[in-house]
């Protein structure tokens, strides 16, 4: 069995996340990861420029649980200014697709005052599922 998309009828179509996922399988946990590299080192304060590392580290983390990013069924954002992250959805789009594919799970994005990492501006977290 593959990921199920929900989709209440009548529901006009979300923009990039699902309403929600029906899913069976290995479930794999990805904790939050934030805009630095392999090494905790951040290459950017730019918010784009972490997102984008962010999310290639969750398809790196997925990769060696042996799943991709079409197994991700939950996606959770944590942002510290939700006013950039509005502002910047056109160049977040095609920074998330190259990491990711035409992906997109539930997906919840809240404000928050700070994060652990002073440097960080974003914090992502995903569960996938690996179909049996």
């Given at each position: 069995?593959?990921?199920?998309?929900?989709?209440?009828?009548?529901?006009?179509?979300?923009?990039?996340?699902?309403?929600?996922?029906?899913?069976?399988?290995?479930?794999?946990?990805?904790?939050?990861?934030?805009?630095?590299?392999?090494?905790?080192?951040?290459?950017?304060?730019?918010?784009?420029?972490?997102?984008?590392?962010?999310?290639?580290?969750?398809?790196?983390?997925?990769?060696?649980?042996?799943?991709?990013?079409?197994?991700?069924?939950?996606?959770?954002?944590?942002?510290?200014?939700?006013?950039?992250?509005?502002?910047?959805?056109?160049?977040?789009?095609?920074?998330?697709?190259?990491?990711?594919?035409?992906?997109?799970?539930?997906?919840?994005?809240?404000?928050?005052?700070?994060?652990?990492?002073?440097?960080a501006k974003v914090e992502i977290e995903v569960t996938a599922v690996i179909p049996d």
């Open positions: 069995m593959t990921n199920k998309i929900i989709q209440p009828p009548g529901w006009l179509p979300p923009k990039g996340y699902a309403n929600g996922i029906a899913a069976r399988g290995t479930q794999v946990f990805v904790g939050g990861q934030i805009g630095w590299n392999a090494q905790q080192q951040f290459e950017s304060d730019d918010f784009i420029d972490q997102c984008g590392q962010a999310l290639r580290n969750i398809a790196e983390v997925l990769r060696e649980a042996g799943a991709a990013p079409e197994h991700m069924v939950r996606m959770t954002w944590y942002v510290t200014d939700r006013d950039e992250y509005s502002r910047r959805l056109s160049e977040l789009g095609p920074v998330y697709r190259d990491a990711l594919g035409r992906n997109f799970p539930a997906m919840t994005c809240v404000q928050v005052a700070a994060l652990v990492e002073h440097r």
